[in-house]
């Protein structure tokens, strides 16, 4: 299948490596609170909305102030960011270009609400790269579910099964395929398990490898 018309993107881990950052942020309120295991959870989190977040550590951790730990955790988050900066993942800078200059359509659909994304387009001076914007608390119901896919399609006017999806959680690839959409993983902090890598198209190893393959299919 050649050609396409459009491509959605999932934000943490794939544009931004901001899913270290918010390991190390979870990591830092569990040792002030005296959690354990903390980053176990954490990386559960990984690819959920805020929600569905809560949920987990709620679970993990029982009667706990979760609305004041989440509040640590963003401003720990923002902390390592103003020092730190917003970093981009390999190849995404150059994958957006070229998205633009090919007058592809593209969008973001993730787990982080809108104002987040928002926030690190603006930052980053990338919020002209994307005609649609979906963000975890505009769903009723997060990835795994295909609803905040279907919803980015929608907004883009692209049929799911010609626009790609491009992912590195298992519950994004979950996501993407319940969709209908064409799956691309790139992998990053946490293991895939074979479920996820059986939805891929392709798997790659960064954004610049995107880029070629997209090149390849408009040829």
Known sequence: MTGFDGVVFDMDGV?????????????????????????????????????????????????????ALK??????????????????????????????ENGIKTAIASSTSRAGVLSHL???GTEDRFLF???GDMVENSKPEPEIYLKACEGLGTAPANTFAIEDSNNGMIS????????????????????AKSY???I???LFEVREYFHTLLK
């Open 15 to 67: 544009i931004f490596d901001t899913e270290t950052v918010g390991l190390r942020s979870w990591e830092a309120v569990g040792k002030r609170h005296g959690f354990e295991n903390v980053l176990h959870y954490a990386r559960e989190c990984i690819g959920r909305s805020t929600k569905d977040s809560m949920k987990i550590m709620t679970q993990a951790y029982g009667d706990i102030d979760i609305a």
């Open 71 to 100: 509040d640590e955790c963003e401003r720990e988050f923002a902390d390592i960011i103003a020092r730190e900066g917003l970093i981009f993942k390999k190849g995404a800078r150059e994958l957006l270009d070229w998205l633009k």
């Open 122 to 124: 603006k930052r980053t």
């Open 133 to 135: 914007i979906v963000g």
């Open 176 to 195: 993407a395929h319940r969709a209908g959409m064409r799956a691309l993983l790139v992998p990053d902090i946490v293991e895939n398990t074979a479920e």
């Open 200 to 202: 891929a198209e392709r």
């Open 204 to 206: 790659f190893a960064d």
